[in-house]
């Protein structure tokens, strides 16, 4: 009897140890996470700083002085170019590793590894849309030059060399919390940051529904309502700007096309403004004399930051900006002779193909009047806890099919992907990004910056650029596929040869200008040039507001210092608004009005068009344009079971402004006939109701910081990891386009001059580590719209009163 | 004193084996030198319960208990850093106290 009780006593001691020790669902094991002693206690940092520090790593060839400021932002010092990205790779490994491995795993579709079944559709999506077999055509591209093969050889070997110093109470606490070890970095996982990048950026696709529109509504109408060039515009290249070169001929539009554009044959709500600005002034609209660069690129914000801040130093560079974790060198930034910046080009360069398979067995294809063998990859999925998954991705010569049939496609997710169809994608092919960053770290000048230029492929980016030679310019830059006028707007036919990619656009005849009369040069994802430019790059782009403004202000300023650009990316005010409020407001009567109505009238009548964070106005505004955007297109649009795209805003205002009897104003859905005004009403009335139910009579709970929800999460959503939410002005289509958790990424403005100084901030901290207090030291500075200083070290021994600590890394 | 020897065991044993040592250690130091069942769970369950809030305080007051503030927020408890660390400990001491029980319930197994 005492013995049974002692060993009921014993197993139920091994049960709850065993219990304690696995992972149950979302709940990390409590044993291994909550123990002080390997648990997450151990990821706790000390306020107390070390203040020199030295390691012996294996592989250094010589010695590395890291320097690291009020900020922890390193500043690297190397005897030679392998150790500099070796140290690169250690420290941003030190300070991100969980986010490296995380994003990396999204890339290479290696969640279900470590999450489990949940994640298998998001890693066949990524499996079956070529992610790892355009990775491995970047890597070789990478690995065929000597100097970008030694710049992810020695960041792998850092990385790694940090991993291997590891043990498991030291792992990053997301480790710690889904239960799993960190792996060796391998350098293809680089090349999956570049993947990544080409995905958000370039990997969109609005082809599918407008083959939808097509259909449904016919060539002359989506002529009519997505017109190739937009009713305002303001584009990069100045406008008038003569093409001093000769031409590649343009293919022609095959047969195919012709006569689906001349024979008869749920919208997305879209958003204007997911999108980045960057700006350059000459030295004679400067207070020193010397041009200032500005830069704020916006993606989604998150914790761990998108972007990790390096000074990196050798005999051969010396260079300050922003890094990717996970990829060598600085993307974003300036040395002492030049800086640049980046916004998206967003150029169609991922097209659709119907393929005609032979039969059920998919092995042949027809293409230029014969049957042609397809390619067979085979994606094998690990799962957590799981037998693999095997998948079998069919690709034609232009790429995979990603969904062959509805059977492999998951229902409601991916909606812009046909079924059926091969994918040809530029992120696709060969290429070598990291010798652009490599040559542009180094870059003394406006040639250096051209010549860099032309190695970078995808995502095709718009490179701002200034100098100390007093030189400003920028290029459209990127691969662009030779196409025909539209090639690529509507799904097109795979069999026909005539609808391949042609060839690419020559780098020296990419859109670009240097030192343009006006004074500056600009971007905001707006159409690189007018229409006299004779290559084809997409259909549409980002709608001109932002463009707009940023020209205004430019325009008119002078004198200008680093403070005035701070301001301008902080600007609010709205284009779209100077546009479309006052015939808004002309076609509303007051006298019709009841008391709720009436306030909301008077405060939209007087707002400034500045989407301030206190402003009222900004939401009684923006609430009805979207009604009135919405009733509009809704009823021809938002149809169950076909995807379709709906017109711009651009479009919607030139219909407001100069076509108020279209029947686009009329809802199919009512005996009475609509027009402008019928809708302008209808869209406040309801604004009003809807602003009354959610926030009571109008007054203080109106105000737009409030209604609009900004907030920052961790990336993998942790409640308490993140900002939750905060009240902040802005708004897709301004300056300061920040709305959800999309926005500035990363400011930037440097002054150029003898001493070239920088001035920056992104939401976040250098370190990845929750248990830091270099988490989120600098969000406070982000939210405030205010920069801090960059420390710009202009040799190992400058003193500075802003750095706190040394790491000297020897090699063994 | 079960109490004091457990208490040093887990602490020192802490810094290079398994979180679950605590219960090995305190299992056969009660095996060893518990008297009752019942005092040597309560010896087990305070000495791990005291040697975890120790190491965890180490770690977490010259952090200004910034993480642990954090981390709770996961949890479904009060969200104040105090509570994760009662939690932690009272894990500890539970798996501490059941090893301790089942030494001395071995104990007096094998004592006649």
Known sequence: MKFIKAFISIAITIVLIWLLGIKIGPVPPLGPFLNPSTGFWQNAESKHIVAAENLVLPGLLGKVIIRYDEHRIPHIFAENDHDLYYAQGYVTAHDRLWEMDIQTREAAGRLSEIIGPKALETDRYHRRMGMVYGAENTLRGTLKDPATKMMLMAYTEGVNGYIHSLTPKDYPIEFKLLDYKPEDWQPINCAYLVMLMSETLAGGSDQFAMTNDLKRFGAKTVDDLFPDYPFFEDPIIPAGTKWNFKPLPIPKPSAGFLAQMTARIKTKEIEPGVGSNNWAISGSKSATGYPILANDMHLNLTFPAIWYQVQMSSPTVNVYGVSFPGAPGVVVGYNQHISWGDTNVDADVLDWYQVKFKDKSKNEYWYNNQWVKVK????????????????????????????????????????????????????????????????????????????????????????????????????????????????????????????????????????????????????????????????????????????????????????????????????????????????????????????????????????????????????????????????????????????????????????????????????????????????????????????????????????????????????????????????????????????????????????????????????????????????????????????????????????????????????? | MLFLIILILSFVSSYFLPWWVVAVMAFLAAFFIGKTPGKSFLSGFAAIFIVWTVLALLKSIPNDNILASRVVQLFPIPHRWIFLLAVTAAIGGLVGGMGALSGALLKKAFAK
Do not use: C
Not at chain 1, 604 to 630: E, P, Q, R
């Open chain 1, 376 to 812: 067979k990859r085979v994606e094998v999925i690990n799962v957590r806890s799981r037998k693999p998954v095997i998948d079998t991705v069919i690709y034609t010569h232009h790429g995979p099919v990603v969904y062959g049939d509805a059977s492999e496609k998951p229902a409601e997710k991916y909606e812009t992907v046909p079924i059926g169809d091969a994918l040809r994608w530029v992120a696709h092919d060969e290429s070598n990004e990291f010798m652009a960053i490599y040559l542009l770290n180094r870059g003394k000048n406006y040639n250096d910056y051209r010549e860099a230029l032309a190695y970078f492929g995808v995502p095709a980016q718009n490179f701002i650029f200034a100098s100390n030679d007093n030189d400003i310019a920028i290029t459209s830059n990127g691969k662009f596929p030779l196409k025909f006028k539209d090639q690529g707007k509507f799904v097109l036919d795979g069999s026909d040869p005539a609808n391949d990619w042609h060839g690419w656009v020559p780098a020296d005849q990419h859109p670009t200008v240097k030192n343009p009369s006006q004074g500056f040069v600009r971007s905001a994802n707006e159409s690189p040039t007018d229409t006299a430019y004779p290559y084809y790059i997409n259909w549409r782009f980002e709608q001109y507001y932002r463009s707009k403004r940023i020209a205004d202000k430019l325009t008119a300023m002078k004198n200008a210092t680093v403070d005035s650009m701070r301001i301008m990316q902080m600007d609010n005010y709205s284009i779209l608004a100077q546009d479309v409020l006052p015939t808004m407001l002309k076609y509303l009567d007051p006298s019709k009005m009841d008391n709720d109505q009436l306030k909301a009238f008077d405060i939209v009548k007087k707002w400034d068009k500045h989407y301030a964070a206190k402003s009222i106005g900004a939401s009684i505004f923006n609430k009805w344009w979207g009604k009135f955007y919405d009733t509009i297109w809704r009823d021809n649009f938002d149809v169950k079971g076909i995807f379709l795209k709906a017109p711009s805003f651009d479009r919607t205002e030139k219909l407001l402004l100069t076509e108020p009897n279209s029947k686009w104003f009329d809802n199919v859905h009512t005996p009475l006939k609509e027009n402008a005004a019928d809708i302008v009403n209808l869209a406040f009335n309801s604004m009003v109701d809807e602003m009354v139910r959610k926030y009571g009579k109008p007054g203080e709970k109106w105000q737009w910081g409030d209604v609009k929800q900004t907030f920052i999460n961790h990336l993998a959503n942790l409640p308490g990891f993140g900002t939750g939410d905060f009240s902040a002005g802005g708004v897709g289509g301004v300056i300061n386009a920040l709305r959800n958790n999309n926005g500035p990424s990363w400011r930037m403005v440097v002054q150029m001059g003898p001493t070239v100084t920088g001035y920056g901030v992104f939401p976040g901290g250098e370190s990845g580590n929750p248990g830091s207090f270099y988490y989120r030291d600098m969000f406070q500075t982000w939210k405030d719209g205010k920069l801090n200083e960059l420390l710009f070290l202009k040799s190992v021994g400058e003193s500075s009163e802003r750095i706190k600590s040394t790491l000297t890394l020897s090699g063994k």
